[in-house]
């Protein structure tokens, strides 16, 4: 059994229908230019891959992600001041099958910020935004493999809360960076296709997330992300080991103040990943690292550096 996609009945081969399944969704996400997804492309971070998908699924991830910028200002003493921005962030989750083509989803956040500059030195712990998604099982490996490949295709759609919190300071300054929620009710929709040959194996991902204004009338820019992921499985007893690795895409658009645009908030992230998940019984365990190969805001004023999940999940 496949800790990825396994089934044990065969229902034939319906080859052409899931190439042209297969085809109609590569043209639609690449229309599309990127895509975002809630579920990172590669290891635990793609929910969607984890092992027994016809069983329930609970787990804790935690990510570390640290950035920097350098402040772009008129006033001579602050422009080009550097200030560090670390973010950490453990992460409940649970995925629940309804049916054999519904899952539900569920993710609630608690976030750790800290930001240091010369001038200030600030952070922040609380309960993030929680989210949760339905996917859609579209291309079923039961109806779509032959003797050696599978494919799988899942539609998915969600909602983030406004739980986590969000306001301005005292000085009725509006610091975006430190806050653990964004204030807002936004949707997501999403895509994931998975591809197995024997223990070879390949998915791409793409979505788009939808933002909505805050009581404090600020929208943060929608975003739409893409990437791409090839895994081998190695076997040993009851042990599986996939290690991965893969390139993500990024695109932020503007942010809004009181309908008006935020200078230099679009940006583009490109990271690389490499991950390996370890599967034992009804337990996985997730590791992944993304160093940024290029991060683009505005005029290049925020980089961000790394990035550095683990998580441990176990089904039932």
Known sequence: MHPIISYKKDYGNMTKFCFVMLLFFMVGWSSKSLGQSCCCTGAGSNYSILPNLNKNVVGLRWTYSYLYSEKISLNPELNGMRTNINFNTAEFFGRFNLNRLLQLSAFVPVNFVSEQSRISNQKTTGLGDISMMMQFLVLDPLKCHGSKSKHQLRLGVGFKLPSGKHKKEDNNLYSTSVQPGTGSTDFFFNAIYTY???????NVSGSYRANTVNSYRFRFGDKLEGGANAFYILKSGSWSFMPAVGIKYLHSFHNYNRGEAVYLSPSEVLSTNFSCDIFYKPLALSLSVQPVAYNYAG?????????LEAGLFYNF
């Open 299 to 307: 005029v290049g004023d925020v980089t961000r550096k790394l990035m």
């Open 196 to 202: 197995r040959y024997n223990d070879f194996g390949m």
